[in-house]
T-cell receptor, first 112, second 115 residues
Framework: DGGITQSPKYLFRKEGQNVTLSCEQNLNHDAMYWYRQDPGQGLRLIYY???????QKGDIAEGYSVSREKKESFPLTVTSAQKNPTAFYLC???????????FGNGTRLTVT | AQSVTQLGSHVSVSEGALVLLRCNYSSSVPPYLFWYVQYPNQGLQLLLK??????LVKGINGFEAEFKKSETSFHLTKPSAHMSDAAEYFC?????????????FGAGTRLAVHP
């Protein structure tokens, strides 16, 4: 079955460490996205990519970095510069303008 | 700039009662509109979408939504709530600019269904 795989589901890190969240899709979608979800705030866009080797900042890109070396993969690195990294992170993809986003099951990151 | 407002962060209904979740949007161009549902610790699942065809859109699990341009609204309804409908619901808007969707989400409405 086609879909989006995010791993791991739960991730724990110490403050000051960088951490990379994985996102893989086998839907042959061109566009991929990373959203951050906090209680009561909906989803906020971190980064998105419409094509391999190209990506754009979303609304809350500070403290995050991404790469898009392959169409199927869009990893997100949460750096030590992110002031409040504890959150639920969702990866999504879409194949055409006006089409809905398909979401992975998320990674819950806890930084202590 | 696009924006989405969901009225009511929490809605509680009895099993069998009407479900009404409100969504108002702001967009400078005809929008694409979506409703998603999220169960605890899971990703978002598409309920339905409006893409300028019929103004009344039917989705999965008995949900439907009506696009009203004059009111800039896209409210989600279900005639009879089921216990399994308890979840968080998100409305989202996109103007389709830049080639692909950049969805803007509302803050969400948590639906509780009680016996």
């Amino acid at each position: 079955d086609g879909g989006i795989t995010q791993s791991p589901k739960y991730l724990f890190r110490k403050e000051g460490q960088n951490v990379t969240l994985s996102c893989e899709q086998n839907l042959n979608h061109d566009a991929m996205y990373w959203y951050r979800q906090d209680p009561g705030q909906g989803l906020r866009l971190i980064y998105y990519s419409q094509i391999v080797n190209d990506f754009q900042k979303g609304d809350i890109a500070e403290g995050y970095s991404v790469s898009r070396e392959k169409k199927e993969s869009f990893p997100l690195t949460v750096t030590s510069a992110q002031k409040n990294p504890t959150a639920f992170y969702l990866c999504a993809s879409t194949g055409a303008r006006g089409s809905p986003l398909h979401f992975g099951n998320g990674t819950r990151l806890t930084v202590t | 700039a696009q924006s989405v407002t969901q009225l009511g962060s929490h809605v509680s209904v009895s099993e069998g009662a009407l479900v009404l979740l409100r969504c108002n949007y702001s967009s400078s161009v005809p929008p694409y509109l979506f409703w998603y549902v999220q169960y605890p610790n899971q990703g978002l699942q598409l309920l339905l979408k409006y893409t300028s065809a019929a103004t009344l859109v039917k989705g999965i699990n008995g949900f439907e939504a009506e696009f009203k341009k004059s009111e800039t609204s896209f409210h989600l309804t279900k005639p009879s709530a089921h216990m399994s409908d308890a979840a968080e619901y998100f409305c989202a808007v996109s103007d389709g600019s830049g080639g692909y969707n950049k969805l803007i989400f509302g803050a969400g409405t948590r639906l509780a269904v009680h016996p």
